[in-house]
């Protein structure tokens, strides 16, 4: 168990620069996920912080001790790859050894490691079997077996749950969550998926173009999201955001006033602003804005409604079986408190 | 079947059967002539009136003038056969490995260099060849033809493995970094193993190449107990009564072994040499 520090990582690929300086602290026994779009550099750091590519500058600690010069196998982590990367020709069970081996540790205590890690997992049965025998699930727990045989001060995951399919990711998720609850290790994960990130997250950073947007503990950046990126970016379905401009303590968009709660009055009037509400916020009321009905999509616990106010669409989250259809009209009445105010030209939070 | 996969059918026939007697018959005519007496080896006929093993038997008694080094001329033969496979094999991995695995500094330099060396055709290399073992004093040595066809097998053979070792997945190699693999372990532990069915096919390459050359052996070894089978054979032509029949008995021992090992290892050769022609 041990903290890692990143303080103004920058790494370049020849002379496309992709990190921006990033500092980042990461508590002992915390579950960091860095989320962001691909390409927004959050692999090139998990792959820094793990010695698989070098850094162009800047330094990155674990434990309180600087590790730019340390090879891989002396950072003393442990690494889930998408792709598993399990060595095929070796059974479940020399897989999970294997680190061990290496480490020329005694036959009986590698037995026992590999045992005990096998009953977290349930891979008792399979221990004898090839990884081209079993499913992808399985793979992936041989593949977290791994990391945890070696008992390592850090776990670093890069996307583990890409390759399974929309239920098995979901169990995966909350076995991940449920094994970190158990050993309390230290873990970076990375990922596209902000639905996973908000599940299994004590803390978000949410990436982008090589910076860090924002770094919160999920319902943090949920209900306070620092800026545009961050507000589009978590949630789904996303927030529902245009453009207006402030009049008179309401914001005035798509031809009619939005109600907004300002933190800090006045200098605002006529301001351009970006206009944001999630779709949960606009359940349809018995007065306020006109919107006419697009599509209804019924998933039994709510009812998720694509409305037009003028020509602009939005999304309404309604929670219940709703009676409406295609073409009716409906009012929005959305709650100030759940407004979001962000500067048009700057995106930053208002 | 219908008319159309009939035609189609046909088709292929037309062009297997020229084929498979434009291989066979030659090799009828080796068989045919070592089951000959002397005096019935060019009647003429497409079996012999009297078929006969006493070829076979002379061959191995060494009964004959151009046979009396048979046994150790064959045992040049596979002892240079092997020696250059596995020398080979052992250059082409670790320099496979360095270049695609390790992506040592300039490696694709090295290969390709390797590579250009086919511009030039083997039979223009063999007078340098024959002037530098000389300087060396390898003259007469078995040596000098394993260096040789390790020289002549090597570019090919690296090309081969580094197509190979390419398709491996990146991640394993990272995956065992991480478990704590030194190099040397990654190299033994998870590469090898991996390998294997690209490393039987180039060592079967190498060992095959040895096995039929002729060229270089006749210029490079020319003691009868240094040359291998090849160039023994060749010896049979220098007379003006040279007898066929046991020297078409001899060809017949001598083409058995590649055959053999072409067939017992037939499911790696199409696999090995192929991979990373074409993505798959």
Same mark, same amino acid.
């Given at each position: 168990m041990a903290s890692v520090s990143f303080s103004q990582i920058q790494k370049s690929f020849g002379k496309t620069p992709? &990190?921006?300086g990033i500092s980042l602290d990461i508590a002992d026994g915390e579950f960091m996920v860095l989320v962001g779009p691909s390409g927004c550099g959050k692999s090139t750091l998990l792959r820094m912080l793990a010695g698989l590519e070098d850094i162009t500058a800047g330094s990155i600690a674990i434990d309180g001790r600087v590790v730019n010069e340390l090879d891989s196998k002396d950072r003393d982590i442990a690494m889930v790859f998408q792709s598993y990367a &399990?060595?095929?020709?070796?059974t479940v069970r020399e897989n999970m050894g294997f680190s061990l081996r290496l480490r020329e540790e005694k036959r009986n205590l590698i037995e026992e490691r590999v045992a005990a890690a096998a009953k977290i997992l349930n891979l008792g049965p399979y221990l004898d079997r090839y990884p081209r025998e079993l499913s992808g699930g399985q793979r992936q727990r041989v593949a977290m077996g791994r990391a945890i045989?070696?008992?390592?001060?850090v776990f670093l995951f890069d996307e583990p749950l890409s390759n399974l399919d929309a239920k098995l990711r979901v169990a995966m998720r909350s076995e991940i969550k449920a094994l970190h609850q158990r050993l309390k290790t230290t873990t970076v994960y990375v990922t596209h998926d902000q639905v996973e990130a908000m599940t299994m997250a004590d803390r978000i950073a949410v990436m982008n173009e090589g910076r860090i947007e924002q770094l919160g503990r999920p319902l943090e950046l949920y209900d306070r999201p620092a800026n545009l990126f961050v507000a589009q970016f978590i949630g789904s379905p996303a927030m529902n955001v245009f453009d207006g401009a402030v009049k008179g303590g309401a914001v005035e968009a798509l031809g009619a006033r939005w109600p907004a709660s300002f933190s800090k009055s006045g200098g605002l009037e006529g301001q351009r602003v970006k206009y944001g509400v999630r779709p949960e916020h606009l359940e349809p009321a018995s007065s306020g804005i006109a919107a006419e009905i697009v599509v209804v999509e019924p998933m039994g616990a709510e009812t998720e409604l694509v409305v037009k106010v003028g020509d602009t669409s939005l999304i309404v989250m309604t929670r219940g079986r709703s009676t409406a259809g295609p073409g009716d009209r409906i009012f929005l009445a959305p709650d100030p408190a759940h407004a979001h105010l962000f500067d048009a030209a700057s995106g930053l939070r208002i | 079947m219908t008319s159309r996969k009939l035609l189609s059918e046909a088709k292929l026939w037309l062009v297997a059967i020229p084929v498979l007697l434009w291989t066979l018959i030659p090799i009828y005519h080796i068989f045919l002539f070592s089951i000959s007496t002397k005096d019935s080896a060019f009647s003429g006929r497409l079996w012999p009136k009297q078929p006969t093993l006493h070829n076979f038997v002379t061959v191995f008694n060494q009964d004959h003038f151009y046979l009396h080094h048979f046994w150790s001329q064959i045992w040049n033969s596979l002892w240079i056969a092997v020696a250059t496979g596995v020398i080979t094999l052992a250059i082409a991995t670790c320099a496979a490995f360095a270049i695609s695995r390790l992506k040592v500094r300039g490696g694709r330099t090295v290969m390709n260099a390797a590579l250009f060396t086919y511009f030039i055709p083997a039979a223009f290399l063999a007078v340098p060849m024959y002037k530098a073992m000389g300087t060396y004093g390898?003259?007469?040595?078995?040596w000098s033809l394993v260096l040789a066809m390790v020289t002549i097998a090597s570019p090919y053979a690296i090309w081969v493995l580094k197509q190979a070792s390419d398709k491996l997945p990146w991640e394993l190699d990272e995956a065992a970094r991480i478990d704590g693999a030194t190099p040397a372990q990654l190299f033994r532990l998870v590469y090898l193993p991996l390998m294997v069915p690209s490393l039987v096919a180039i060592f079967t390459y190498a060992l095959l190449l040895a096995w039929n050359e002729y060229l270089y052996a006749f210029l490079l070894l020319s003691h009868e107990n240094t040359i291998p089978l090849a160039v023994g054979l060749g010896h049979f032509l220098s007379s003006d009564d040279s007898p066929w029949e046991l020297l078409m008995a001899t060809a017949l021992i001598y083409g058995l072994p590649p055959a053999a090992i072409y067939y017992a290892f037939r499911r790696y050769m199409v696999g090995g040499l192929t991979s990373g022609a074409v993505k798959s």
């Open positions: 992709v &990190l921006h &399990l060595y095929p020709h070796m045989v070696r008992d390592p001060k | 390898l003259l007469n040595s078995r």
